[in-house]
């Protein structure tokens, strides 16, 4: 291999079964697997029930389709917390052109396109302007609000055509979800571009190591805009899911995926600083955070404690992530505590 090569090359996880699952991955499904279960035996009547996994398909389908947008700017060497907000405004532009008689298909093009073009301004002022990502996505999230209630004039857009229910609330396939279809091909469509091409290749070698990157030729302004762009659009289709979903638009619609996309990515193996993560570890942290947060929900238990939960997890998950990368050692800290 050559020196070039090697400074492209993604880092990969060590993985027991010729790269099929790693032992991270392996502990996650263990504990779906485990929750499932204590779910199952003390929640009988509501949690194990074919309506109960239907409802955690179409929840799935859109937050996986999120996390799937959040991975290409983690990966790339930073994060998009206006992966909300670019639902929020996706929503009110494309149900503001089908209530005004626009076919449905022209809506969603439009729609995906206003959250590319987010993720586009994104990546513009991140690569070329050098502003860092806190910043830069706090501010389009800010201002993609904004803009998204703006247009839905404060209020709720109603009246949205019966086809377009089929995006993301009807089923596929004789009884498939609609949004866990629409999620695989999304799944498909983000693993060629990571694993199969040029483009994912230089995302994965800019999040590594932004310097070794540069050394090794590769553009980086134009790759770093394009994970971004990506981002946008991904996130993008996910509003429009939620939004058929739901039947309605609102500009707020999409608030609180920011935490959700990066806590199912983070658990998944994507790496806070870039250059690691797979997609099968993204599924299994939404599959994790979609069977704890829909037995929190029938137990009853207080939707703020759920955010406490949420946000615990992931900090966990952050602190483990750190572990396994060798970035926090126990026995650095433990050596510190004992230094006089």
Request: hydrophobic fraction near 55%; glycine fraction near 14%.
């Amino acid at each position: 291999m050559t020196a070039g090569k090697e400074m492209t090359e993604p880092r990969k996880s060590p993985s027991p079964v010729r790269g099929l699952i790693s032992y991270a991955e392996l502990q996650i499904l263990l504990a779906i697997i485990l929750l499932s279960l204590i779910y199952a035996v003390t929640l009988p009547d509501s949690f194990a029930t074919s309506g109960t996994m239907l409802n955690m398909a179409r929840v799935a389908g859109i937050l996986l389709v999120v996390a799937i947008a959040q991975s290409f700017a983690l990966i790339a060497g930073g994060f998009d917390i206006s992966v909300g907000a670019t639902m929020g405004l996706t929503s009110v532009v494309a149900a503001t052109l089908m209530v005004s008689g626009i076919p449905i298909g022209w809506a969603i093009f439009a729609g995906i396109l206003t959250g590319a073009a987010v993720g586009l301004v994104n990546g513009i002022g991140i690569a070329v302007f050098r502003v860092t990502p806190f910043v830069m996505t706090l501010g389009m999230l800010t201002a993609g609000r904004g803009l998204a209630e703006l247009i839905a004039n404060g209020g709720t857009i109603v009246g949205l055509p019966r086809a377009f229910a089929m995006f993301g609330r009807n089923a596929w396939f004789g009884g498939v979800p609609s949004a866990s279809c629409i999620a695989l091909i999304v799944l498909v469509m983000a693993w060629i571009v990571l694993q199969r091409t040029r483009a994912g290749l230089y995302i994965y070698a800019i999040g590594g190591s932004l310097e070794t990157a540069r050394v090794a030729g590769i553009p980086i302004v134009g790759y770093q805009v394009l994970a971004y762009a990506i981002c946008g659009a991904f996130a993008a289709l996910a509003g429009l899911m939620l939004t058929s979903r739901v039947s309605v638009s609102q500009g707020s619609l999409g608030q609180g995926y920011e935490l959700l996309s990066v806590a199912t990515a983070v658990i998944g193996g994507v790496l806070i600083g870039g250059g690691v993560g797979r997609l099968f570890g993204v599924v299994l942290g939404v599959g994790l955070i979609t069977v704890l947060t829909t037995g929190l929900d029938i137990a009853g238990v207080n939707p703020f404690v759920q955010q406490m939960v949420t946000g615990s997890v992931l900090v966990l998950a952050v602190l483990i992530s750190n572990l396994r990368s060798g970035r926090v050692s126990l026995f650095r800290i433990q050596a510190k505590k004992t230094d006089p």
